[in-house]
């Protein structure tokens, strides 16, 4: 498998794309808030802990959720084949 190949397969890749989107989104709202809150320098607020990682969840369940919604699919079919066996 050529490196085009694999870089492509990687990019169309659902994990991938949740947990990039995910990210640059936190990236850009700490970013603006940096830059338009400059006053406190050093202070943390709340939104950086709770709700930027909350909504990074949600982004990545949304960006995931046809891969989440085959999960008890495929676990049935494991417990299925691990009984007739």
């Excluded at 607020?45 to 891969?67: D, R």
Aim: aromatic content about 10%; charged content about 15%.
């Amino acid at each position: 498998m050529s490196l085009k190949q694999t870089f492509y397969k990687v990019r169309s890749s659902k994990i991938v794309q949740g947990i990039l989107i995910a990210n640059i989104f936190a990236f850009l709202i700490i970013g603006m808030q940096s830059s338009l809150l400059p006053k406190d320098v050093g202070v943390l607020v709340f939104s950086e802990f709770v709700i930027i990682p909350m909504l990074m969840g949600i982004i990545m369940a949304w960006c995931w959720k046809v891969l989440l919604s085959q999960a008890p699919l495929l676990e049935g079919q494991c417990l299925k084949r691990a009984i007739k066996n």
